[in-house]
């Protein structure tokens, strides 16, 4: 694990930061899926954000964005149990946004 230090000016207290580990067979079926139906996506990579002293911490998960001309879908997801479109109270899986990426494709011919 590789912890960055930022100081938080207000407070003066110390996070440390960790990069979530990567899922890589989700994102290449996310991938996968977005070439088949012409679509971008980009992914930005999680963090653990742990402040200092405390048993506080905070995970961001991982992000999947996917652009269809002017509509972005974003995808959240901590492993390959865990894909949720939006926030956290939608989940999907893979057969599902395939289905969602045709029908906003055809929103759009």
Do not use: A
Request: proline share 3%; hydrophobic share 40%.
């Amino acid at each position: 694990m590789i912890f960055c230090c930022k100081k938080n000016m207000e407070k003066n207290n110390l996070f440390l930061i960790d990069n979530l580990q990567k899922c890589e067979p989700l994102e290449k079926k996310i991938n996968i899926t977005c070439s088949f139906n012409n679509v971008k996506c980009i992914f930005k990579h999680g963090r653990i954000l742990i402040l200092r002293n405390t048993n506080i911490s905070f995970i961001e998960p991982h992000k999947s964005i996917i652009r269809i001309k002017d509509n972005t879908i974003i995808l959240l997801f901590f492993n390959e149990d865990n894909l949720f479109l939006y926030n956290r109270t939608l989940p999907i899986d893979i057969k599902q946004l395939d289905k969602i990426l045709k029908t906003v494709k055809r929103w759009y011919k």
